[in-house]
């Protein structure tokens, strides 16, 4: 027998669970994939599209080999044709890999600052490799470090999803910084792609109210009609 529609459609949410949740969600960071080239953001890095012939540079481009012949080969995290963000860290604590334009934010709202990060070093094995740290920093009406992030060497070659969560309080405007903690010379190479700043996660999309109660009703609906067919 075929289930009832109003059954099927409840247990196609129950299945999803609301995963759809953080897509689709709006970002407030200009030109945070990057698509837009080196555009709408700044850095203590420099710029060298050319290529990398020593740490503290940069260059946004859609793969990070050739760039540094050491590099692997890999697509963006976006569309897997895109651009992303190519670094080479600099052993120099504190300095500024990637810092954002004024941001407008609501007051007492709950936002969460995140990033896909990648490991780049090395298409071979690499004597002394470290992963990227990264620092989240927020600056308004105060400078809030939000903590560090450090990608997984083993993960080398894989997007990872950073996440922190930040309250805006009293500000209405904000500049967002990743900035690098790691200062070692090896490795400490990393791609960057998605900087995202709203109110919803892309990393770590969770139901929305809505979508537990409806799940809770279905559930209930559900054993209900078992109920009355085993009375049957």
């Known amino acids: 027998m075929r289930a009832p529609s109003v059954i099927r459609s409840l247990a196609f949410v129950i299945a999803t669970g609301g995963a759809s949740a953080g897509v689709g969600a709006q970002n407030l960071v200009t030109n945070g994939n990057f698509e837009g080239g080196n555009t709408a953001f ?3 890095y420099a710029f060298a599209p050319g290529g990398n012939s020593t740490e503290g540079q940069y260059t946004v481009r859609s793969n990070p080999f050739p760039w ?8 963006d995290h976006t569309t897997g044709s895109g651009l992303m963000y190519v670094g080479n860290g600099s052993p120099t604590n504190g300095s500024v890999v990637w810092a954002s334009g004024l941001i407008s934010v609501t007051q007492n709202t709950n936002y969460f600052f995140e990033a ?4 780049v070093c090395c298409a071979g094995p690499f004597p002394g490799n470290s992963p990227s740290i990264l620092e989240f920093s927020v600056a308004g009406l105060a ?3 939000l903590g560090t992030a450090t990608t997984n060497l083993a993960l080398a070659g894989t997007w990872e999803g950073l996440s922190k969560s930040w309250n805006s309080g009293l500000n209405t405007s904000v500049t967002l910084s990743l900035i690098n903690r790691n200062t070692a010379a090896a490795g400490n ?3 960057i792609d998605d900087v995202f700043l709203g109110t919803a996660s892309t990393v770590t999309p ?8 409806l799940m809770l009703a279905g559930l209930g609906i559900v054993g209900a009609i078992a109920r009355r067919r085993r009375k049957a």
């Open 206 to 213: 969770v139901p929305e109210p809505e979508t537990y109660a």
């Open 116 to 119: 896909f990060v990648m490991n």
């Open 42 to 44: 700044t850095s203590d």
């Open 68 to 75: 540094n012949g050491l590099f692997i080969s890999a697509a």
């Open 189 to 191: 190479d990393f791609a």
């Open 143 to 145: 400078t809030e470090s």
